[in-house]
Nanobody, 123 residues
Framework: VQLQASGGGLVQPGGSLTLSCTTS????????MAWVRQAPGKEREFVAA????????YYSQSVQRRFTIFRDNAKNTVTLQMNDLKPEDTADYYC?????????????????WGQGTQVTVSS
């Protein structure tokens, strides 16, 4: 099982970044996917999730209306489009996968994890 996150970097406040997660080794279309982040010195925090069919999305209040999660089941990828970035969005961002429906915001329920990609929002 592999989940490879990419796309992080340094961006100014108000800017945009697109994170991608490429997966292999498990039936991607049978898994719900999520992005979770961890800021320095803080616990992991749910960011966004998308159902296995891609027809339902979930967002934390802190990113709603700024971030968009979508997936391509043909390419086994999940993407997080981040707009209007703020310094408090600075964190390592991880993609994660789970088979069981429900409790999407509880990151402890996810089965597979990728390595993080670092996002820094600073002027």
């Amino acid at each position: 099982v592999q989940l490879q996150a990419s796309g992080g970097g340094l961006v100014q406040p108000g800017g945009s970044l697109t994170l991608s997660c490429t997966t292999s080794g498990f039936p991607f279309s049978a898994f719900h996917m999520a992005w979770v982040r961890q800021a320095p010195g803080k616990e992991r925090e749910f960011v966004a999730a998308i159902s296995k069919a891609g027809d339902t999305t979930y967002y934390s209040q802190s990113v709603q209306r700024r971030f968009t999660i979508f997936r391509d089941n043909a390419k086994n990828t999940v993407t997080l489009q981040m707009n209007d970035l703020k310094p408090e969005d600075t964190a390592d961002y991880y993609c994660a996968a789970k088979m069981v429906s429900g409790l999407y915001s509880d990151y402890l329920n996810y089965d597979y994890w990728g390595q993080g990609t670092q996002v820094t929002v600073s002027s």
